[in-house]
């Protein structure tokens, strides 16, 4: 078996868990979403960032495709 599978500690670990794992699909579907505008050649101005849970990936992507577009 390449992983095993282990109970959470407590609730609070269960929290901090999916709160990591929806992060984390968010910013995969952010990403995904960006690179095929990016792909059609459609500059991306400004993007106001909602949540702070996630603006640090959405900076990294914004600055990395202003990068890239370059």
């Known amino acids: 078996m390449l992983f095993s599978i282990q109970r959470?500690?407590?609730?609070?670990t269960v929290f901090l868990e999916e709160k990591l794992?929806?992060?984390?699909?968010?910013?995969?579907?952010?990403?995904?979403?960006?690179?095929?505008?990016?792909g059609r050649g459609l500059a991306i101005a400004n993007v106001v960032v909602f949540q702070s849970t996630l603006s640090d990936?959405?900076?990294?992507?914004?600055?990395?495709?202003?990068r890239e577009s370059h």
Not at 23 to 37: I, R
């Open 8 to 12: 959470p500690a407590d609730l609070n």
């Open 21 to 38: 794992r929806l992060k984390l699909k968010t910013s995969f579907a952010l990403s995904d979403g960006l690179s095929f505008l990016a």
């Open 57 to 66: 990936p959405i900076i990294l992507l914004i600055s990395y495709l202003r």
